[in-house]
C-alpha cells in the first residue's frame, strides 16, 4: 500500500500518493476529467491549458470550464493543477485574468512553461511576476525546463517545484536539451548545492511511460549510495526522494479513456514501437501547422508523418503546406502532427487515467524495494 504525502515533500498536497505519478497538461489530448482522474487516484492532474491572457478571452474560458468539471468531479479541495504557456504577448495581464479563475477553482498548483526570453522585458526572471502573484494567492508555482540554468533561474524565481523535462519528451520542448538521466542529477545536485533549505520539489519528465521508467528517476541522486535514504525513501518515510521527487507522464496518459486523442491518434501511439526512430524533434511541426508560433527557444517531439517525409527529401515548404492542408480537410491522417515522446512503445493499451497511475505508482515501489533488498 502507498503512503500518503501529508508530511515533509509534497505536504502542500494533501492525499496524494508517494511515489507522486503527475498527468502533463497537454493541450488538445487531456481536460479536466483526466485531470481529476489523475489526482482522485492519488496522484496530481493538471488541467490544460491557459496562453492568451487576454481578459475575457476564449482560451482562459475554455480552461475555467475544464477545471468545474475538474472540481465536479474531484470536490472542493483535492489537490488540482492547471497548466499555462508564458509566451503569449498577454502574459503581463497573467495576475489579472488568471489568478481570480486560479482561486475561484480552488487550484493548488500553476504548471508554467515556455517564456519568451526575447520578448520586451522578459529578461532574466521572466517568471518572477507571475510566481509572486501565485504566492499571493496561495498557490503553488512548478515550472517546467529544459537546462540546468533554467531550473536555476526557476529556482531564484520562487518555484515551488521545478519539472526537468528531458529530450526524450513528447511534445515541445527546449531545442537545445539532454536527457532525464543526465539532466536530473544535475538539477538535483544544483538544487542540493544553492537552494538547500527551501525545500524545491523536483519532478522528472519526459521518456516515463511505465514503473521502471518512474523508478529509475526516484533515485537519480546521489543519496541513492546512502542505504539508510534508500530504505526511507522506499518506506515513504518523511525523508526527500533522493533523485527526482516525482514523475510526470504525457505520452503515456495519450492512451488514457479520459484523453482526447482521437481514434487516429491513440492507435499511433498504441502500434508505435522504437520511439527513438519512429518521432523526430523538430521546428517543422509547428511550422507546417501555422498554429502556434513558439519562441525560437523550443521545438517539439512528434512522430514522423508524410509531411516531414517530405521536407527532408526536398519538397518545397509550400507544397507541402499545401498537400498538409488538403489532408487536413480530406480528413487523411497521414499529415497529422501526432506529439509524442519516444516512450510510445511502451504504450500498450488503453486504461482508466487512474488505473494508470495506481499502476505505475505501485509497480514503482515494488520495484525499488525488489532493488534495495538486493544491495
Ligand atoms: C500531446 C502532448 C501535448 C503536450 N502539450 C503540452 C502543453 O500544452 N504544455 C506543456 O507545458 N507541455 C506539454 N507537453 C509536454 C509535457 O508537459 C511533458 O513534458 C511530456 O509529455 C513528458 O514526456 P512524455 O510525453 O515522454 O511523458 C505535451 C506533451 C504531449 C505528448
Known sequence: MSSTTSDGMFSWLPGVQKPLIVSAPM???????????????????????GMDFTPGGAGLKTMASELATARRVLGPSAPLGAGFLTFHGSVGRFAESAIPMLREHNVTVAWLF?????????????????????HGAGIKAMVQVGSVAA??????????????????????QFACGAGVVSLVPEVRDMLDEEFAGR??????AGGIADERGVAAALVLGKRA????????????ADVKWIGADAAVMGTRFLASEESTAGGHYRKAILEGKDGGQLTVKSTFHDDIRQTVVWPQLYDGRAIINKSYEEHVSGVTFEENRKKYQEAVSSGDGTRLVTWSGTALGLVKEVLPAGEIVRKVREGARQRIQKVQSGL
Open 114 to 134: 515556455a517564456p519568451d526570453r526575447d520578448a520586451e522585458n522578459a529578461g532574466a526572471a521572466p517568471h518572477a511576476e507571475i510566481i509572486a502573484a501565485l
Open 199 to 204: 525545500g524545491i520539489g523536483l519532478v522528472a
Open 225 to 236: 549510495a546512502n542505504q539508510r535514504a534508500l530504505r526511507s525513501a522506499v518506506a515513504c
Open 27 to 49: 493541450l488538445g489530448a487531456s481536460n479536466g476529467t483526466l485531470a481529476a482522474e489523475v489526482s482522485k487516484a492519488g496522484g496530481l492532474g493538471i488541467v490544460p491549458l
Open 151 to 172: 531550473a536555476r533561474e526557476a529556482a531564484r524565481e520562487g518555484a515551488d517545484v521545478i519539472v526537468a523535462q528531458g529530450t526524450d519528451a513528447g511534445g515541445h
